[in-house]
């Protein structure tokens, strides 16, 4: 299996994921993953019940209780790791529509416009972490999609999401090797060299 | 080492009385420790199914020989009881590695009949240590990923 190649998903092909412990029961399916644009972070995940007739769990995973992500697979610990809604931060135990951020136009931050925000990337393996945008032009060809890597850490922005202008030769036109694109820009962000 | 798939359906025989008490239908295996922890007996005719690995005196290619008619119980302890719920099983079962991707059903285990530790696991063409047991559940088998896959 080439990982290194593919170590990068879609926020939207989560959706209907089981979510299985290390003990390999399977407790629930991805319902939806809450996403923090202000901040670049996935905060967690609601919830269906597992099966056709699903609907709906209480139950919500922050971010920090999940073991890893995977392709077929987000894997937690154990049952305990699902938090009850009343108990969960009230971003995932009641995520704002509000915040969405599907549409969301992406600026860098010398005033490039690179397209609306079509899905959030997320890096598979170990811990709940978005390393990019799909974006999309409506304006231009909106069958396009273009793959933006994110910073590490982001300044909090307003209407907008606000990327470093050092991030256009790390754009890609596809997933694969975005993952390498990801960590290199964000080396020469840290001032170190491409690797 | 001897292969699960080829283990199953051979008797289980007391060695006392000479009695036959069933039939090999599975295991039950202990993930953290890597071990069989009990024999699942089928074609019985009461409720005890599971001889615990510590009853049996050999494995052998033709036959588990245990050591005494007394030596099958009913369902013990978590292992024993998802296999005998149906939910145990570890042969066809999917595999998961602990970040979440899958990379097959389980075709096989190896193990030792001398203590019943799990030797591999035959994943299609990947070959999975033991050690590398997390889990087993109603859902999947999760192993430990490779060093450096994550």
């Known amino acids: 299996m080439n990982r290194d190649l593919n170590r990068v998903v879609r926020a939207t092909e989560l959706l209907g994921e089981p979510v299985v412990t290390l003990a390999g029961d399977d407790l629930a399916e991805v319902r939806d993953v809450v996403y923090d644009s202000e901040h670049g972070a996935i905060l967690g995940f609601t919830l269906n019940k597992r099966g056709w007739f699903g609907g709906r769990l209480k139950e919500r995973l922050p971010v920090d209780a999940v073991h890893a992500i995977g392709r077929d697979a987000v894997m937690v610990g154990s049952e305990s790791d699902l938090v009850d809604a009343a108990a969960a931060p009230s971003e995932i135990a009641d995520p704002p529509a509000k915040r969405d951020v599907i549409g969301a136009v992406v600026v860098t931050d010398d005033g490039t416009r690179l397209g609306e925000v079509s899905d959030v990337i997320v890096a598979l393996g170990r811990g709940a972490r978005a390393v990019g945008y799909e974006v999309r032009n409506a304006a231009d060809d909106p069958k396009h999609a273009r793959y933006i890597p994110l910073p590490e850490q982001m300044a909090v922005s307003g209407d907008a999401l606000v990327v470093p202008k050092e991030v256009d030769p790390f754009v890609r036109d596809d997933l694969a090797g975005f993952g390498a694109a990801v960590d290199d820009f964000r080396a020469q962000l840290h001032g170190g060299r491409p690797t | ?150």
Do not use: C
């Open chain 2, 1 to 150: 080492m001897t292969s699960l798939r080829a283990a199953l359906g051979i008797p289980v025989i007391a060695t006392d009385t000479a009695e036959r008490l069933g039939q090999t239908a599975g295991v039950a295996v202990d993930p953290e420790g890597g071990r069989i922890t009990a024999v699942h007996l089928g074609g019985t005719k009461g409720s005890a199914r599971f001889v615990p690995w510590d009853r049996i005196t050999a494995f052998g290619a033709d036959a588990v020989m245990v050591d005494g008619q007394g030596a099958a119980r009913e369902a013990t302890g978590a292992a024993e009881e998802r296999v005998a719920n149906g939910h145990g099983d570890i042969l066809d079962k999917r595999t998961l590695t602990e970040i979440g991707d899958d990379v097959g059903t389980v075709d096989d285990i190896e193990f030792d009949p001398d203590d019943g530790r799990v030797e591999d696991l035959k994943v299609g063409e990947l070959v999975v240590p033991g050690e590398r047991l997390l889990g087993i559940g109603s859902y999947a088998v999760v192993v430990r990923a490779d060093d450096g896959e994550a």
